[in-house]
């Protein structure tokens, strides 16, 4: 380990390439050399309020005192083992609970590495359930505009964007849906149709709010009756709540506001409470009794080198500790109520449009005449302001969100809040509305949505 202190951001210039980042454009990233609660620390000691929760990961703090005694002990007495053929008491002890807190239909607990490889195996589990039941099942659907993952199998089904633009031609075939509005189910079921249902393998989407597709916050009757025809259509159901699981949405997992039960549940990023990296897919008592065989070809043959690391599955099972005290929906109400006060302020904001609150995530779009080119700079300038206030905030093109870990206090949301007024009341924004109306002729930049 390097001894040497300070500058680590000029270090960091010189060897690291960082994900979603132009090296060539982007500003030096701030080293943060410690967290706690819901601040990061840089190298001076300054404090940032991890408003978004690092990435939407951390639940219930950084560095949190409960998760790192567990992680220590775990590490003094079994770090890694292979996964098949042998098991530990870390990978049962997290299975068994899980499912008790997860919707009943679930019964099993397939590991993998983050939220990516969860979709990956759920993409795989849906697909080869029919080729084990004999049935000709191949496609795919998912909602316009989704976020699954970054590897190839997740990028298919996630929305088409200058993000999978250089790889589209890679990527299977999958029909998009749109989401739900208050009037727009029987379209979409209309779609479904035109589709040949009983070739359709499954369906995966994000329960009730699209993250990186802007927070977006989608009607949950179209969506219930969305769930219920595919249902009547054995379509399988895949829900991705890596981003919505561990009660972002006030719930526990958002599938608990619909009456239709998800055949397979995705989880990754607050499962470890945003410590270390794992991903989970669960299933039903069906769709694992369709792998059962003595024919050795309708084996899952799916793994990876780190499957239900112990030390993953200990920090997972710490987090759940934290996750099931009574504090922490305590925690999540006060959040969310602190939101919906402040809510009602950004929408009396002219520039502020489309403000929208589910459990502890508050959205909103900032007004712009021209949704592409303009937004790249917009986001740019955004990203500055909050890290020149110390605070932690990335929008996500012209959608700022506030996505806090649920141990934030209330004087440090009443920071979060006070920057977005400030935000608000610059001339910036409308400056910048008039100046890109000028150029926008001249050159069309690509909207740049994700994280
Ligand atoms: C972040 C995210 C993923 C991908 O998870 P990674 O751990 O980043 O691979 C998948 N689905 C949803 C809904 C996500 O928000």
């Known amino acids: 380990m390097s001894t040497i ?3 680590l951001s000029a270090r960091d210039l010189e060897v690291i390439w960082h994900p979603y980042t132009q090296m060539q454009t982007a500003p030096a990233p701030i080293g943060i050399v410690r967290g706690e609660g819901a601040c990061l620390y840089d190298e001076d000691n300054n404090a940032y309020i991890d408003a978004t929760s690092s990435w ?3 639940i ?7 998760i790192a005694q567990q992680l220590a002990a775990q590490a003094l007495q079994l770090q890694h083992c292979i996964f098949a053929g042998y098991t530990h008491p870390p990978a ?9 807190v997860l919707p009943a239909n679930q019964r099993r607990v397939f590991y993998s590495d983050n939220g990516s490889t969860a979709v990956e195996v759920a993409i795989k589990m849906a697909l080869q359930y029919w080729h084990n039941k004999g049935q000709q099942r191949h496609k795919i659907i998912a909602f316009k505009n989704a976020y699954h993952g970054d590897t190839f199998g997740a990028m298919s089904v996630s929305g088409r964007s200058v993000f999978t633009r250089v790889f589209d031609n890679f990527l299977f075939e999958v029909h998009f849906l749109d989401v739900p509005t208050p009037d727009n189910a029987a379209e979409i079921i209309a779609s479904i149709a035109a589709q040949q249902p009983d070739q359709i393998a499954a369906f995966i989407f994000e329960p009730l709010l699209q993250g990186s597709g802007g927070m977006v916050m989608y009607d949950r009757d179209g969506f219930e009756q969305l769930l219920q025809y595919c249902r009547q259509q054995q379509i399988l159901l895949i829900a991705d709540e890596v981003m919505t699981g561990f009660g972002r949405t006030g719930k526990n997992f958002a599938m608990e506001y619909m009456q239709t039960d998800a055949d397979m549940i995705c989880l ?3 499962l470890t409470g945003g410590s270390m990296a794992l991903g989970i897919t669960t299933c039903t008592g069906d769709i694992y009794d369709a792998f059962l065989s003595n024919d050795k070809l309708k084996t899952l043959f799916h793994g ?4 239900a690391n112990p030390l993953a599955c200990t920090v997972a099972l710490a987090s759940l500790d ?6 922490c929906a305590v925690n999540r109400q006060r959040i969310h109520d602190n939101h919906r006060q402040f809510l009602e302020e950004l929408r009396q904001m002219s520039v502020v449009k489309n403000a929208r609150l589910l459990g502890t995530v508050l959205a909103f779009e900032l007004v712009t005449d021209n949704a592409d080119g303009y937004t790249n700079q917009l986001a740019d300038h955004l990203h500055r302001f909050f890290r020149a206030k110390r605070i932690m905030l990335r929008p996500l093109g012209n959608t700022l969100y506030i996505l806090p870990p649920y141990c934030i206090t209330d004087e440090q949301l009443a920071a979060v809040y006070e920057s977005i007024r400030e935000l608000v009341s610059q001339s910036f924004i409308r400056e910048q509305r008039s100046k890109e109306n000028k150029e926008k002729k001249e050159s069309r930049g690509a909207k740049i949505n994700k994280y």
Not at 93 to 98: D, H
């Open 60 to 66: 219930h703090g950084h560095a949190h005192p409960h």
């Open 304 to 307: 990876h080198s780190f499957t």
């Open 56 to 58: 939407w990961v951390n």
């Open 268 to 270: 990754s990023k607050g």
């Open 5 to 7: 202190k300070g500058n």
């Open 322 to 327: 934290l996750f099931t005290d009574p504090a």
């Open 92 to 100: 049962v002890n997290l299975a068994e609970r899980l499912l008790q």
